[in-house]
Nanobody
Framework: VQLQASGGGLVQAGGSLSLSCAASGLTSSRYVAGWFRQAPGKEREFVAVISSSGGTTNYADSVKGRFTISRDNAENTVYLQMNSLKPEDTAVYYC?????????????????WGQGTQVTVSS
């Protein structure tokens, strides 16, 4: 099983980035998918989650209205569109898959993790 995250980079405040997470070795449509992030010296925190069908989503309050999670099950890929980026969004972003059927926000319920992609927002 492999989750390959990509799309990170350096962007100015107010800009946008689109992250992708391609899964291989499993059928990702059977899993809830989430994005988490970890800034230096901080715990890994929940960002967004999407149901296996893609019909239901949930977001951390800090990104609500700015980030959008989506998925293409035919392509085994999950996306995170990030708009109106702020310096406090700077972190390594991780995608993850969970066997649970609920849209869980705790990282401890996720079974598979990608390697992370760096997002840096300059002020």
């Amino acid at each position: 099983v492999q989750l390959q995250a990509s799309g990170g980079g350096l962007v100015q405040a107010g800009g946008s980035l689109s992250l992708s997470c391609a899964a291989s070795g499993l059928t990702s449509s059977r899993y809830v998918a989430g994005w988490f992030r970890q800034a230096p010296g901080k715990e890994r925190e929940f960002v967004a989650v999407i149901s296996s069908s893609g019909g239901t989503t949930n977001y951390a309050d800090s990104v609500k209205g700015r980030f959008t999670i989506s998925r293409d099950n035919a392509e085994n890929t999950v996306y995170l569109q990030m708009n109106s980026l702020k310096p406090e969004d700077t972190a390594v972003y991780y995608c993850a898959l969970s066997r649970a059927s609920l849209l869980l926000t705790s990282r401890f319920y996720y079974d598979y993790w990608g390697q992370g992609t760096q997002v840096t927002v300059s002020s």
